[in-house]
């Protein structure tokens, strides 16, 4: 007997290099040997340090020479399994496909083991049961999707807000909870407010239900994960990293407006994307993925094909889609008009306060001033760590870094020149709350002025802040409401008369393949706040490029025409679907070394000569200069159909790369 060991297999949760195995054998002291099983956290020597790892698997070992040399695992750290065989198998799926190591996938889908896990007390709805029928659409969606339960089928359905979409989900989860099943809802960062899960709630019981929001402590996220491991909550809502909640029973996926940006973790590895890892999850669960949108990306409007379920109306169909007018910026100029409204924003304004309508004013850029330059030398205030320009704030009297947070004094002289003569170019949305205050204060006399707000980043940062604006603004204590995209997302908002894009091309000159795709979803969304009442509203949406496709299909609530033109312009310069992409990214503080490093990794992957792949760069990236480091990128460029495996192909290359499968944007 004494010449059996035990030995387990552990993947260490930290980065190893992808060229290194990312599995590693250790010896098991003899008073651990029957506690140990696959999905186990331990604690590992690992170099120089001591860290976790989880346990792939257990093994006996009957030849000396094979465990000489091995380290003895120093200490267990979880009684039972912390991670299922299916959780394993998607982790091992995004490693492989996002090029990361292993260890820090299986990390990125751990909660934090906490001592004192602590519930966090979601508060109760009152029981709501429509008595609507559902419309014949309705009724044909949730069929074809009870259809395919049982299978990973990807379902895309497709309907403007308001047309039932919600409804028709919770349709199916009645199905799925008398079947004892889970259910995984994905929603964007933004929705994750309470309104968005009080439907939920009163439908199917808070008890029902595990929230998963970022604003959890780690012990409240903790126990949630406990309750759902243990299967007391079956319907699980969270952002992006729910999709890795530790489900026993997986019947379904939803993920509802499939489009927005923050499905995509684009700041940390894993660089993934929450649809291509709920795509793999459904897979392994055989349960269907059901994505549900407006504005579909190109991406998954494309692979959808035929098979699209529609929801074509809005369900009270008396309420017409609102009115879209675009005015042509450049004639408000050419009429000599410099304000940042044009005429007809400023009578509408007028008219729907006038008639007690509430109103949204637009505009996708915080601060006050995009841009600080001096008029004599043309000198730009620019951040040290960043190079970029920087953002002017009244509120807080400074020069802001909108990359790196660094501020600045306000400048009273030129640094270049010692002039006075400094201009603020730009507009942000502190710049549309003092135009917007110096237009009411003239237009309307001694009349009592309406209560305006603001509502960005700035403004919201304060815990219970977002509340109080939607509290707000629902009780109609704020005629007109200023922001950025936050207002644009999660309210079910009525009484809108009115919607004011005070500039539609913060986007769309960013160069970016999808910069287009961008603008038409984020306008469409916003104009789509107003009317939800009786009245459809109105749009007013001020552009300097009036004829551009994406400004124009906002003007007719028009996905399909848009999706064709746009889904031309991919095929023509090789974007996704026809493509795929990988954003290599070499960072630096010292410009020659980053650029060097990128430009030996060209050189390597040009070598490697994989047949269908294009190596574009170094090319320096659109923000040259990032938190004190310079930032050059290669672009990988593959046919959809040549299937390269760029795991093989990027192990090699210097750990200091950072792998980004699938960027969302190539800036
Ligand atoms: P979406 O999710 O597409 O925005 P919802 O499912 O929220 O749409 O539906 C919009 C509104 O219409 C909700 O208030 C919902 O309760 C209601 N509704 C949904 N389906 C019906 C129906 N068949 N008959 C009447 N009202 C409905
Ligand atoms: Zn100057
Ligand atoms: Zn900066």
Redesign the pocket.
Known sequence: MSNFKRVINVIPLTSVSLSSTQIFTYLVPLPMQDLLAPGMLVRIPFGSRQIHGLVSSVEMHRLPSEVRGLKPLEALASSTPVLSEQNLALANWMARYYCVSLGLTIKAMLPKFVKRPKDPGLVGYENFN?D????DY?RQAVSHIANLLGTGATILLN??????????YMQIIERLLAAKAQVIILVPEFSLTAQAVE?FARRFGIENIALLGSNLKDSERLWMWQEIREERRPIIIGPRSAVFAPVRNLGLIIMDEEHDPSFKQYDQQPKYHAREVARKLSEIWSCPLLL?DATPSVTTYFSAGNSVLR?PHR??ADVGLPKVRIIDMRREMAARNFSIFSEALKSEIVMKLKSGKQIILFLNRRGAATFVMCRDCGFVSVCRNCEVPLVHHLSAKNLLCHHCGKKYPLPTVCPSCASKRIKYFGIGTEAVETELNKFLGSELGDKPLPVVARMDRDSTSAPGAHREFYENWVEGKIQIMIGTQMIGKGW?VSRVGLVGIVSADTILHLPDFRSNERTFQTLTQVAGRAGRGADPGMVILQTYNPDNYAIQAVRFHDYETFYLREINERRKFRYPPFTRLVKLTFADTKMEKALRQADTAAQRLKHAGESGLEIAGPVPAFILKLRGRYRFHIILRANSSAHVDFYSLLQDLSAGVDIDVDPETLL
Request: aromatic residues 4%; without cysteine.
């Open positions: 429509p609507f029928i559902l419309t309705q309907g403007i807000t308001g047309s039932g979409k919600t409804e028709v439907r549900g929801l369900i009270m079910d």
